[in-house]
């Protein structure tokens, strides 16, 4: 992420503050979740962003989530929580296994009456 895009976003998530406090008839969410993903493709980098990134926040390694071998961490500030999350190896390939027929599959069309 370069400064610039840092940047940006901080702006915006502060743009956006300022207009939902400007605007209280505007209905919001009950949270928002500030997702980051690591680039990296090999797990044990993925695993040690994640970890680097738990530091930062001061949290620990959110083990419910290896059951759909995600790798992730989280802080909530309020209603909003900026969460890490490393999606690893195996969950990208059954991601891709169960969406390889994806547009393949027709179904059959709804009876009208």
């Known amino acids: 992420m370069t400064h610039d895009h ?7 998530l502060l743009d956006l503050a300022a207009f939902l406090e400007t605007h209280p008839d505007l209905p919001v969410p009950p ?5 980051h993903f690591p680039r990296q493709t090999n797990d044990d980098d993925q695993r040690a962003e994640i970890d680097q990134l738990a530091a930062l ?3 620990d ?10 790798y992730a961490t989280s802080r909530m500030f309020g209603p909003i929580e900026y969460r890490a999350v490393a ?13 390889s027929y994806r547009g393949c599959i027709q ?3 709804v009876p009208t009456a």
């Open 6 to 12: 840092r940047t940006a976003l901080i702006n915006g």
């Open 31 to 35: 949270n928002v979740t500030v997702h």
């Open 57 to 59: 926040l001061g949290t």
């Open 61 to 70: 390694i959110n083990h419910e989530d290896a059951s759909r071998d995600h």
């Open 87 to 99: 999606i690893l190896a195996t969950a990208r390939a059954r991601y891709d296994a169960e969406t």
């Open 107 to 109: 179904p059959n069309p």
